[in-house]
């Protein structure tokens, strides 16, 4: 192809040469490194100039590396006057952490609680009946403004002091509150910094959160992998439609039920019921659907320790399930995931290569994958002829 530069990012080289290959194309020349103090160096040794620029960098190993090298890649290819600059970003890093509080119960919060403040031993004369109980203008403000700003100072000095109040003061302040702090929007942080260091465009996959798109200030196109899903399953398991789909979670639900719709097969869901409500965090898992006999397909988006899938083959096995497959669009497989899948009762996990997977394929024999080259291909293809991509959500299209 013609006016196209792809450059690749250190996380995926094989990836990058095989989208590189169905595009009769070379990967562009470049040098990524690091200087003596850790700091990151990269250098172009392509000409951009009026060319469309694809980079290609994926969210895992080294992540915060991984995101730096991007963003200097792509202000890189914006200073040396590239005519746009694409981001391939098979799996996008900081998309799963949430930003949303939820209460004890936990339901999400709908709006942020109102500030409350733990009432101290302090004395305020009452108002005489004999004055008006309208203030003037601005005595109102001015005196609460000065009992709260009072009642601070107070409660910084007992902390200070670590007196007999100090325990209880900060019990009754985490009951009162009754909420999960605030967390860090850290994805919509990655989104301003890819728009800021000059990316024109995104492409990613099975994004965690399809709303996290939104925080972007570019055309974003967030990819499917459900049609490789399906055609994986319509041709390397045998009886499919006897076969049942089976959501891990509520949140995973909806990508399920798309699968089973699709190839008209039974859908079964795993359900986490929250009892106690002294212990938010500790739950029951309930089997929604019958897999008796029958071979079970586990789908979700992510599998990082693996501890959802493994938990979910467990209970399908309880009930009587034959074989267990997860199919899974993005495998970190941190920490000991590999050696607890591999004792664990799935008896095939499938994962497709958005994350390399060789060293996963070496230590566990249960892992097999499924490429994602030719989507993204497809997907580069189309975005450079001003084609549209919708046709790469359709499982009937010969590219799958």
Known sequence: MRGIVIFSGSSVPKLTERICERLSCDPARSFLGKFSNNETNVQLYESVREQDVYIVQSGCGHVNDSVIELLIMIQACKTASAKKVTAVIPYFPYSRQPDVPYKKSGAPLTRAPPLTMPSTPRTIPSTPKSQPT????????????????????????????????????????????????????????????????????????????????????????????????????????????????????????????????????????????????????????????????????????????????????????????????????????????????????????????????????????KITTYPVAPLFTEAIRRIHNGESVSMLFDPTHELF
């Open 134 to 365: 309208t203030p003037r203008n601005g005595e109102f403000g001015v005196t609460r403004l000065t009992e709260e700003i009072d009642g601070l100072e107070l409660d910084q000095q007992i902390l200070r002091l670590g007196g007999p109040m100090s325990d209880s003061y900060c019990d009754n302040t985490r009951e009162s509150v009754g909420y999960r702090q605030w967390v860090a929007r850290s994805g919509t942080l990655v989104a301003e910094l890819l728009t800021c260091a000059g990316a024109d465009h995104i492409v990613t996959l099975d994004l965690h959160d399809p709303q996290f798109q939104g925080f972007f200030d570019c055309p974003v196109d967030n990819l499917s992998a459900l049609p490789m899903m399906i055609k994986y399953i319509q041709h390397n398991i045998v009886d499919y439609h006897d076969a049942v789909i089976v959501s891990p979670d509520a949140g995973g639900a909806k990508r399920a039920t798309s699968i089973a719709e699709q190839l008209h097969m039974d859908f079964a869901l795993i359900h986490k019921e929250r009892r106690r409500r002294d212990k938010p965090q500790k739950y029951d898992m309930m089997l929604v659907g019958d897999v008796r006999g029958r071979d079970a397909i586990l789908i979700d988006d992510i599998c990082d320790t693996g501890t959802t899938i493994i938990k979910a083959a467990r209970m399908l096995h309880e009930h009587g399930a034959k074989r267990i497959y997860a199919l899974v669009t993005h495998a970190i497989f941190s920490g000991a995931a590999l050696d607890r899948i591999e004792k664990s009762y799935l008896d095939k996990v499938i994962v497709s290569d958005s994350v390399p997977q060789d060293e996963h394929t070496r230590l566990c024999s």
